[in-house]
């Protein structure tokens, strides 16, 4: 049960996983551009008339946490023959309209059959099905037949990306030979390698984080006796964060940055400020939500402490200090950092993916350099939504970089 308590919601992201336009029932949607009202009403018409469904899947899957461990778990598959690999693709979403990323992965049906979560290790006919299309990298043809017509029920959740209608599978049948990369291979066979090991050796060989996640949701890696079904949403925050403890080991032996730098970028109505300090790594994630009235959401990791669950910030907190540290390691440096993270009105609940990629996207273009923190805080000013004041005094690390001398007690590897 340790995943549960690592990976599980906490308060402060169930009260947000609320679509606040429809509040879960899309009768009640209100937007122009709903993808239920407009874009997709007559696909997904087609799809509540009939019982079989026959289409490309990204490819993707979903396991749910209701009930735990007995869940429920199933492919997300459009009714159309053609490349979706995009579906499956948030890495390419930053520069799609908000409407089009709804209406694709609105039209994905979700098929699903209810299991214990340690039958992933021993499948039956259809979870095994299930796990040979997760397996795939490229879009993979199959079809689903269900026990009822699909009904459309909108599937926002907190940490990831929302799917369409939904029904009971009665039979999956993979119509096309999933094409499977060689590493995933490896470390599907390996029934001897733990899933945090196997988690960090895809990595490097190049398998994409939405992969990575899938296999460890579909009970594909990690020791024989410890494979089991992971619900996505906990499945998503665990590679966050096994990557980035990786990642991290490793800064901590490079040398501090030498200025003080500030990044920032925004899409989606969402943007993602960064602040890296010449400092021990320190990590800090302030988000604030912008949506009837002001919210504020903290949380951080300082040197010395142990690792805990970020309960204010969630799964947004690994998903924001994966791509710092990649930058980190690219460039050989290590910094104390802080983020603030912002969401404004017009924002639907569309999974931590986009803080992470527009952290990317800001991390990737040239940073603004100040020799004085004074500096830098103005220039972060400058792009935050937020007045200064209002993330400046919620900072725990930047109350520690104002005497840089009581950092140097809790690490001893402290040059520029």
């Not at 946490?65 to 499956?88: A, C, H, K, Q």
């Not at 190049?206 to 996640?213: A, E, K, M, N, T």
């Not at 400058?382 to 005094?393: G, S």
Request: proline fraction near 7%; glycine fraction near 8%.
């Amino acid at each position: 049960m340790r995943q549960v308590r690592l990976y599980g919601r906490g308060e402060a992201e169930a009260e947000r996983s609320v679509c606040p336009v429809c509040r879960g029932d899309y009768k009640l949607c209100r937007l122009d551009v709903c993808p239920y009202l407009r874009h997709l009403r007559d696909l997904l018409g087609r799809v509540e008339s009939s019982r079989v469904l026959f289409g490309s899947s990204p490819p993707s899957s979903l396991v749910g946490s209701w009930g735990y461990p007995r869940v429920y778990v199933g492919p997300l598959t459009p009714p159309i023959t053609e490349d979706t690999s995009i579906m499956e693709s948030p890495e390419l979403w930053l520069d799609i309209p908000l409407e089009r990323i709804l209406s694709m992965r609105l039209s994905l049906v979700r098929g699903k059959v209810r299991a214990d979560v340690r039958e992933a290790r021993d499948p039956g006919r259809m979870l095994q099905s299930i796990q040979e299309l997760g397996m795939a990298y490229t879009p993979t043809d199959v079809e689903l037949w269900f026990s009822r017509e699909p009904r459309i029920m909108p599937g926002f959740m907190v940490r990831s990306a929302p799917w369409g209608p939904s029904a009971s599978l009665e039979k999956t049948i993979v119509a096309s030979n999933p094409l499977v990369p060689r590493p995933v291979e490896k470390a599907v066979s390996d029934t001897d390698l733990k899933a945090s090991k196997a988690i960090i050796e895809l990595y490097r060989s190049g398998i994409s984080l939405s992969q990575i996640v899938r296999l460890l949701s579909l009970g594909l890696i990690g020791t024989r006796r410890w494979r089991r079904l992971v619900p996505t949403e906990w499945s998503i925050t665990a590679v966050d964060d096994q990557i980035g403890r990786w990642l991290r080991g490793r800064v901590r032996e490079k040398r501090w940055i030498s200025s003080y730098q500030v990044y920032s970028h925004e899409a989606h109505h969402n943007k993602v400020s960064i602040l890296m300090l010449p400092g021990p790594w320190m990590f800090e994630v302030i988000e604030i939500w912008h949506k009837g009235g002001v919210k504020i959401y903290r949380d951080h990791e300082l040197p010395g402490e142990p690792d805990r669950y970020p309960e204010e910030v969630g799964g947004a907190f690994h998903a924001l200090r994966l791509p710092v540290l990649e930058h980190l390691y690219r460039v050989g440096r290590q910094a104390s950092v802080v983020v603030v993270a912002e969401v404004r009105e017009g924002w639907i609940p569309l999974g931590v993916w986009r803080f992470r990629e527009i952290c990317r996207r800001a991390l990737g273009r040239p940073a603004g350099s100040y020799s004085e923190l004074d500096e830098a805080l103005e220039a972060l000013g400058r792009h935050t939504w937020a007045p200064r004041t209002l993330w400046e005094r919620n900072s725990v690390v930047l109350r520690l970089a104002r005497t840089q001398a009581k950092l140097t007690r809790f690490v001893g590897l402290g040059k520029v």
